[in-house]
């Protein structure tokens, strides 16, 4: 083989196509993450079983993975046990590799996950949000969008997650909150929010399909109205999400005007204010019920004065909105620092007293890097396993 042929042969071997994982899977296939069509087809493919056979084995199925969160076949009690070890035999109901949990002192957890060969994704639970806790999920491995005060937005996009690898996320999570099955009263997840790595919307199909299954009643079974969907602005795909998903909308806003967006959120170039606010107010199911999630960071000496605060309020009008506004989280090496509270305390009065609700997010888990923008996965960063090294070593 010469130079010529090596060097296409190493590239072939490591382009990764954005929406599907690598072509060597596993000799079984894995249940836990597919949607109910994706199980019916493995079902029917493997066993040959009559359409009607084929729908009431998958729902059995769908319970014991989804509700009763089991992770072996054997488990399954009003299935055969013939049919357990042929199911045994042919699938899997493994969950990703957890490669690293850490705990903060306030009680955030964060994951980080492998799903497979150089594909790595951090996830993070936050106890006492919404109804009881929330799970920030990853859409992608890696981004595209380059926000400035995001770390996220510094490690290059490496390919969007499937369906599977979201909902894995959950699981996985449920599984060390011991949160089975689903429909306990004293659960502690309640919400899912996609604000962890990625832009969902460059990936909406797989989002979408993963919705479907954290929401349905007979699995998971969290309300849409629990679910929400972070986007920087993609304005095409903002109305199919409501469409589609029915699940709540906020949006990465921190700018109320395009020179500074376009620093900020270098989307907006593409997707200027004007056209972004026109997609909200249009957005499918956008009630004062169900108000749109306008999301600030606060930053100090850039975005955070009185005159700031007036336009974003000014901005907004029409739209039912609530604004969240967040204190900057810090991570190594970035341009900005946060505004100092008395400064965010002003900028939410005069929001409030406007009549837009105006939290300040209170920073949970930055100790462990697990806060809103600091989440970047082990394929760039420094291995726990190296890190440990490091330090048996010294």
Known sequence: ????????????????????????????KN?????????????????????????????????????????????????????RNDLAKHFTLARPEVIERQVSTDGTRKYLLRMGPGIEVECVFIPGVGRAGAL?????????????????GTQNLVRNLTAFEIIAQVLAVKDDLEEWPSDREDRNLSNIVFMGMGEPLYN???????????????????????????TSGVVPEMARLGEETSAMLAISLHATNDALRDELVPI??????????????????????????FEYVMLKGVNDTDAEAQALVRLLKGIPAKINLI???PWPGAPYECSSWGRIEAFADIVNRAGYASPIRTPRGRDIS?????????????????????????
């Open 1 to 28: 083989m010469d130079l010529t042929q090596r060097i296409a042969y190493i590239r072939a071997m490591t382009t990764l196509d954005l929406n599907n994982p690598p072509a060597n899977e596993p000799s079984l």
């Open 31 to 83: 249940l836990a993450g597919m949607t109910r069509r994706e199980l019916g087809a493995a079902l029917s493919d493997v066993f040959g079983l009559e359409e009607k056979k084929t729908r009431m084995r998958a729902s059995q199925l769908w319970r014991w993975i989804y509700q009763a969160g089991v992770k072996e076949f054997a488990d399954m009690t009003d299935i055969s046990k013939e049919m």
């Open 136 to 152: 920030c999920v990853s859409s992608q491995v890696g981004c595209t969008l380059n926000c400035t005060f995001c770390h996220t």
């Open 204 to 230: 909406l199909d797989h989002v979408a399909n993963a919705i479907d299954v954290i929401s349905d009643g007979e699995g998971i079974s969290l309300s849409r109205r629990r679910i929400t969907v972070s």
């Open 268 to 293: 907006n170039r593409k997707y200027p204010l004007t056209e972004l606010l026109d997609a909200c107010r249009n957005y499918p199911g956008a009630s004062n019920a169900r108000r749109i999630t």
């Open 327 to 329: 204190p900057f989280n």
């Open 370 to 394: 697990a806060a809103c923008g600091q989440l970047k996965s082990d394929s760039v960063k420094k291995r726990a396993s190296e890190r440990r090294r490091e330090a048996a070593i010294s």
